[in-house]
């Protein structure tokens, strides 16, 4: 049993306790006392749970779900079971994103250790689709322990991190993000292939990967960020070509948790505007220019 900062930083790999350090392992994560906290609506072959703050309209015979935000940093999760051929719209209750200390309901972590605004739970899903604006919570879409096909994520305007995968196994065709005050895509824990990576105005980094992560991506575009691809803690992120512009660093590989190794860049072709440097790596990382790929 965790608390739910303890949970929290487990999630992130980040748990120490009697100074010991603990990494989770395992393939499934149970979410205690659902029915206290949430309110529920079944979809198909999956659960939806709910927080007041949220409205929840479901389509089942076009495939469509829409969730509006009411209250800012309420969140939603789907949960368990299959989701597929189907359109998820997320739509965050305005806030003034330049401004610091709003007062957000479960930030940056709630009662049930979720983070993200809208999140998607032990599923398996098939060719869908998922957008989401104006979120006020710590990421704007949560995947954890997923696996399957995503046809598109759409992510705009994010007061801290836009998409957020832990744990999971995914095949994605396009994601597009613009605007996110902290990293725009950030892959842990799983194996991830990309076909098209789309984004703009990163606060931190564009695509982040780490704590022993496989990514394979075709193509990837960023601009207004301050590092281009990161790449951490026992990763490998391999790319066919690059298009970066007003980045403060292009490729970053560095180790940054002592229980995992560093990180590695492979890559084929970059186009790459820089303000600071354009490849930065430690002692025990590696970037790899590769004209094979």
Do not use: H, W
Request: hydrophobic share 35%; charged share 25%.
């Amino acid at each position: 049993d965790f608390s739910t900062i303890e949970l929290s930083n487990l999630l992130e790999g980040e748990l120490t306790k009697n100074n010991s350090s603990f990494q989770y392992l395992g393939n499934d994560f149970i979410f205690k006392n659902f029915s206290n906290n949430y309110k529920f609506k079944k979809f198909k072959e999956s659960s939806i749970f709910y927080e007041n703050g949220i409205s929840v309209f479901t389509n089942e015979n076009e495939n469509i779900i829409n969730i509006r935000q009411n209250i800012s940093g309420a969140k939603v999760f789907f949960i368990n079971g299959t989701i597929k051929d189907t359109i998820i719209n997320f739509e965050g209750f305005e806030q003034p994103l330049e401004k610091e200390n709003i007062n957000l309901k479960g930030f940056p972590i709630n009662e049930s250790g979720l983070t993200g605004c809208l999140s998607l739970i032990n599923l398996e899903v098939r060719n869908i689709s998922l957008s989401a604006s104006n979120s006020s919570c710590e990421d704007s879409i949560n995947f954890i322990n997923t696996s399957g096909v995503i046809e598109d994520v759409t992510i705009n305007a994010s007061y801290s991190d836009a998409l957020d995968i832990d744990f999971s196994n995914l095949k994605i065709k396009n994601i597009n993000v613009n605007f996110a005050k902290n990293d725009c895509a950030d892959f842990s824990y799983g194996n991830y292939v990309i076909k098209n990576l789309n984004l703009e105005n990163c606060g931190d980094k564009a695509l982040s990967v780490g704590e022993k992560s496989e990514l394979i991506l075709e193509n990837i575009n960023a601009n207004n960020s301050m590092i281009g691809i990161a790449s951490k803690d026992s990763s490998i992120v391999t790319t066919k070509k690059i298009t970066f512009n007003s980045v403060n660093t292009c490729l970053s590989a560095y180790k940054k948790k002592q229980e995992f190794e560093g990180g590695i860049i492979n890559f084929n072709k970059m186009d790459c505007d820089f303000k600071n440097e354009k490849v930065s790596f430690d002692k025990y990382s590696l970037v790899n220019e590769n004209k094979n790929l």
